[in-house]
C-alpha cells in the first residue's frame, strides 16, 4: 500500500480520538451513574444499549441546538449528570466548558495551563477527551496540563505530566487519552525516548505506580497516539496498550508487566505509527495496525507463549478509526469508508459496504446505538446502516443513510438520553429524536 505519510501522520481517532484520537477505551470500570463517560461510551467499546437515536437529520431539520464552539479542539465530548464537558483551546488557553445537555447552555467555563496549539491541521491542543469515573471530570492536554474537576467547575488536583516526567518527544500531536481503573487515572506516553504509563491516584492526584514502556523500534513507530483500554482477566484487569510494534498487558492494580507481544511490523518500517486504539472482545484484544493494513486478533490470557498468542490476523483493517464491537460482532471502518463486519472469534468477514466516496476521510471511530452503525465522516457527513451492512434510507438526500451538518468532525458522537451528541470544529450539535 502506497501512502503519503507526512501529511495524514495525525487524525482523531477521537480520539482518539481523537483522536485521537485517540483517543479511549474505558472497560467495564465505567460508573453506571455517565451515560457517556467516555469516548468509548458506557461499555468502553463504542456502543450503548439503551435510547432510540434518530437516523436521519440536515443542518435544518432535526438539530434542537447548537453551540458555537469559539476555539480549536479535536476531543470528543462526555456527558454526566446533564453537562456535556468539552475541551478546546480559547485565547491561548486550555479550557473546559461545562454545558448543559438539554438547553445547550454554557454552565461554566475553566482554564487549565497555556495552550500547547496541534501541528497537523486535522488536530489541535486539546485532542485528550475527558473521561469521568462518575464524581469528577479529568482532562488532558498537549501542553502535559492534566486536572480532575469537580462538576461544580472546581479543581480538585492538578500537575503537568510533562514538568514532571519530562518533555514529551511526539512527532505530531498528543493523541491519547487516560482512562480509568478501580483506583487510578491513568495516562500513557509513548514517544521516541522514554516511554510509560503511569497511575495517578483519583482523588489526590498522587502517583500510584509508573511502568516503563520503552520498546526502542525505529524512528516514528515509536510514535503512539493510542489509547489503552482495560480487559479483564482471572487475576484482575490488565490495561492493554498498542504501540511501538507491540501489544503490552499491565497489571491495572501495580503496573506490572503481564506479557508483551510483538511482530506487527515485520518489515521494520520506520512509520508505522499507530493511531486506532486497541479494543477487547472476550478473551481477545482486537489490535488494528501498519496504518490500517492489518487486523490482528490476540488472545489475553498471560499464561500463553507468543505462538499461541495470536488468533487470527487480516490483510486489512483501519487506520484511524478504533474498531467498535455489538452484540459478537466487530465492526471496521477504513479511513476511505470501507466498513467490514467481522466474527471476532474467528476472523471471518460476514460483509463490506463501500460507503460513498468523497475527497474526505474518516477520523471519527463508529459508534453502534439502537441496532445502527453510526460512522462521521471528516466533512460532518455521518452515514447510518443497519448492523447487517445497509444503509438506512433518507429522502432528504441523494445517498440513502446520508446526513450532512456543515464544518468538519474528527470526534466521535455521543449517544445518550435519546440523543445524540456530535461536535465539529465549529460547534456542538444536539440530535434530537
Known amino acids: 500500500m502506497s501512502i503519503d505519510f507526512k501529511p495524514r501522520l495525525h487524525r482523531m481517532a477521537c480520539c482518539s480520538v481523537v483522536i485521537v484520537m485517540t483517543i479511549i477505551a474505558l472497560g467495564s470500570t465505567c460508573p453506571a451513574q455517565s451515560p457517556w463517560p467516555s469516548w468509548r461510551g458506557p461499555n468502553g ?32 465530548p462526555i456527558l454526566l449528570d446533564n453537562r456535556l464537558y468539552v475541551t478546546l483551546g480559547r485565547d491561548g488557553l486550555n479550557t473546559l466548558l461545562a454545558i448543559d445537555a438539554t438547553s445547550g447552555k454554557l454552565v461554566w467555563e475553566r482554564n487549565l495551563g497555556k495552550e500547547k496549539p496541534g501541528k497537523n491541521a486535522k488536530a489541535s491542543g486539546s485532542n485528550s477527551s475527558p473521561v469521568t469515573d462518575g464524581k469528577n471530570v479529568f482532562v488532558y492536554f ?23 516526567y519530562g518533555e514529551d518527544s511526539l512527532w505530531w500531536d498528543l493523541g491519547t487519552s487516560p482512562i480509568l481503573t478501580d483506583r487510578a487515572v491513568v ?43 482495560i480487559a479483564k482477566l ?15 498487558a499491565h497489571s491495572a492494580s501495580d503496573g506490572k508487566l503481564l506479557w508483551k507481544l510483538g511482530g506487527f511490523n515485520p518489515a521494520n518500517d520506520g512509520y508505522f505509527r499507530s493511531i486506532a ?17 492489518t487486523v490482528t486478533a490476540v488472545r489475553t490470557d498471560p499464561k500463553l507463549s507468543d505462538e499461541d498468542r495470536i488468533s487470527w490476523k487480516l490483510d486489512f ?40 466516496k468523497s475527497n474526505r476521510q474518516y477520523s471519527s471511530s463508529p459508534v453502534v446505538a439502537n441496532g445502527y452503525l453510526y460512522c462521521v465522516r471528516e466533512d460532518a457527513t455521518t452515514f447510518v446502516l443497519s448492523e447487517d451492512g445497509a444503509l438506512v434510507p433518507n429522502s432528504e438526500s441523494k445517498v ?25 470544529f465549529e460547534a456542538l450539535y444536539c440530535i434530537g429524536k
Not at 502535559?144 to 479543581?155: L, Q, R, T, V
Not at 522514554?194 to 510514535?223: I, M, Y
Open 234 to 248: 482471572a487475576a484482575g484487569d490488565a490495561i492493554m496498550t498498542l504501540g511501538a510494534d507491540h501489544v503490552t
Open 45 to 76: 467499546n463504542g456502543t450503548t444499549t439503551s435510547g432510540n437515536y434518530a437516523t436521519k437529520w440536515s443542518e435544518e431539520d432535526g438539530i434542537d441546538w447548537k453551540f458555537p464552539l469559539q476555539g480549536r479542539g479535536a476531543s470528543s
Open 187 to 229: 495516562v500513557t506516553v509513548m514517544q521516541t525516548g522514554p516511554s510509560f504509563l503511569v497511575a495517578l491516584d483519583k482523588a489526590t492526584g498522587k502517583e500510584l505506580w509508573k511502568a516503563d514502556r520503552w520498546l526502542d523500534v525505529r524512528e516514528e513507530a515509536n510514535q503512539s497516539y493510542t489509547t489503552p483500554t
Open 317 to 356: 483493517g483501519s487506520d484511524v478509526p478504533t474498531p467498535v464491537v455489538s452484540r459478537g460482532k466487530l465492526f471496521l471502518l477504513g479511513d476511505k469508508g470501507l466498513v467490514s463486519c467481522i466474527k471476532p472469534e474467528s476472523g471471518e468477514t460476514l460483509w463490506s459496504q463501500q460507503l460513498p
Open 142 to 164: 498537549k501542553s502535559g496540563d492534566f486536572a480532575a474537576f469537580s462538576p461544580a467547575g472546581d479543581i480538585v488536583w492538578s500537575l503537568n505530566i510533562q514538568e514532571k
Open 277 to 293: 486504539s486497541p479494543v477487547v472482545v472476550n478473551d481477545l484484544v482486537i489490535c488494528p495496525y501498519a496504518r490500517g493494513s
Open 400 to 424: 440513502w443513510g446520508e446526513n450532512r451538518l456543515s464544518g468538519t468532525a474528527v470526534a466521535t458522537p455521543v449517544f445518550a438520553n435519546d440523543r445524540i451528541y456530535l461536535r465539529t
